[in-house]
């Protein structure tokens, strides 16, 4: 056999053995790919001291999704069900401390307590501020906070106020 031959004999047969090697890979990261991973966060309900809302993703749909919070003397503790999208969420008084959601064997850290309260804190802030610094900026006359509550958060307040006094000392209302 010549050698040109041999390699136009052999060339496929080596392509279809790497072919056929590679699939069981290629199947198996297709389904690590597939498989979502957990995550979730922890918000302060708007308004209300203590209270927060957790919010869960890429748990397996169907099954037990657990929140834990709080310290070791003091704990919150739930169990829901993760929806055909595999989200799940609860909302509760939660004691100072970390918060970890658990589903399956996957167990993740949602965050602190205080780092929920600081993360509405600037949100309350921001919010206030672009409302106070886009009614400003429209009649460049200072107005008071109007949140929609009877009493205003306070952070939204300063934003607010912020905001109006970026307004008045803006080039449109010199």
């Known amino acids: 056999m010549k050698p040109r031959i041999r390699l136009a004999v052999l060339a496929p047969v080596l392509v ?11 199947a198996a990261s297709a389904q690590a790919a597939a498989v979502p991973s957990l995550t ?11 209270k927060y809302n957790v919010s869960v993703t890429g748990a397996q749909p169907g099954t037990t999704v657990t929140v834990r919070g709080g310290t070791a003397t003091n704990q919150f503790v739930f169990a829901t069900n993760a929806n055909d999208d ?8 939660i004691p100072a401390g970390k918060v970890t959601a658990s589903n399956q064997n996957d167990k993740v850290s949602c965050g602190t307590v205080k780092q929920a309260e600081q993360k509405n804190a600037q949100d309350q802030y921001n919010a206030g501020f672009q409302r106070g610094l886009f ?3 429209k009649t460049c006359k200072e107005q008071q906070a109007q949140q929609g509550l ?11 106020n912020a905001g109006v ?3 008045l000392s803006s080039p449109k209302c010199q």
Not at 40 to 50: A, D, L, R, Y
Not at 86 to 93: E, K, Q, R, V, Y
Not at 150 to 160: A, C, F, H, I, V
Request: net charge negative; with cysteine.
């Open 16 to 26: 279809s053995s790497l072919t056929l090697g590679s699939a069981p890979l290629l």
């Open 40 to 50: 979730c966060s922890v918000k302060q309900t708007p308004n209300t001291t203590g």
């Open 86 to 93: 595999g989200n799940a969420s609860t909302s509760g008084f």
């Open 135 to 137: 009614e400003t900026l």
């Open 150 to 160: 009877t009493q205003p958060d306070p952070n939204y307040e300063r934003g607010y």
């Open 165 to 167: 006094d970026k307004a």
